[in-house]
């Protein structure tokens, strides 16, 4: 089956622990990006990867990483820098191509915790 | 001020009825229009997609853009408990890909 893959479902973080969620996709999509979601505040934009090799920060890039070396792997670093990292972390991925009518279809997230 | 606004809810229906969800919008730019629905501990999964004004139907879903006001609309008839989830509108602007969210709002549909 065809989709976007994140793992784990659930994590923890320990205090000055960096800690690092996987999202991977079989869609062959060019495009991925990685959302957080709290509540009251909707799905703000991290990290966004056109193509391999490339990424470009979001309205909230602070405190997180990402690598894209591979089409199909898109990982998030959570480092110790972000103070408030307790969320639920969603990956997206869409066909881009520089044909902008493609729409993102998403992973079933990651939630993050604070021990 | 938000570039998308959505009625956060809750919002409580009985089975059957019409539901009606809106956002608003500020950027003149946003060309493209999703509404996503989300279901509890899950990732949000694509219900419609439409572009520029007008309507767009898809079963009981029925999605309007109204792009003179700045406004969009999701409408279900005959609700399902099914149905009960977050529903997010989302869109984006001719050239790039990012979208803007609202903040969604929470349905329930009660049997």
């Known amino acids: 089956d065809g989709g976007i893959t994140q793992s784990p479902k659930y994590l923890f973080r320990k205090e000055g622990q960096n800690v690092t969620l996987s999202c991977e996709q079989n869609?062959?999509?060019?495009?991925m990006y990685w959302y957080r979601q709290d509540p009251g505040q909707g799905l703000r934009l991290i990290y966004y990867?056109?193509?391999?090799?490339?990424?470009q920060k979001g309205d909230i890039a602070e405190g997180y990483s990402v690598s894209r070396e591979k089409k199909e792997s898109f990982p998030l670093t959570v480092t110790s820098a972000q103070k408030n990292p307790t969320a639920f972390y969603l990956c997206?991925?869409?066909?881009?191509?520089?044909?902008?009518?493609?729409?993102?279809?998403f992973g079933d997230g990651t939630r993050l915790s604070i021990l | 001020q938000k570039e998308v606004e959505q009625d956060p809810g809750p919002l409580s229906v009985p089975e059957g009825a019409i539901v009606s969800l809106n956002c608003t919008y500020s950027?003149?730019?946003?060309?493209?229009f999703m509404w996503y629905r989300q279901y509890s501990r899950k990732g949000p999964e694509l219900l419609m997609y439409?572009?520029?004004?007008g309507n767009k139907e898809d079963g009981r879903f029925t999605a309007q853009v109204d792009k003179s006001s700045k406004y969009i609309s999701l409408f279900i008839r005959d609700s399902q408990p099914s149905d009960s989830a977050t529903y997010l509108c989302?869109?984006?602007?001719?050239?790039?890909?990012?979208?803007?969210f609202g903040e969604g709002t929470q349905l329930t549909v009660n049997p």
């Open positions: 439409t572009y520029s004004s």
């Open positions: 997206a991925s869409s066909l881009d191509r520089g044909v902008s009518n493609q729409p993102q279809h």
């Open positions: 869609l062959n999509h060019d495009a």
């Open positions: 950027n003149s730019a946003f060309q493209y």
């Open positions: 989302a869109m984006r602007e001719t050239s790039g890909s990012r979208l803007t």
């Open positions: 990867s056109q193509i391999v090799n490339d990424f």
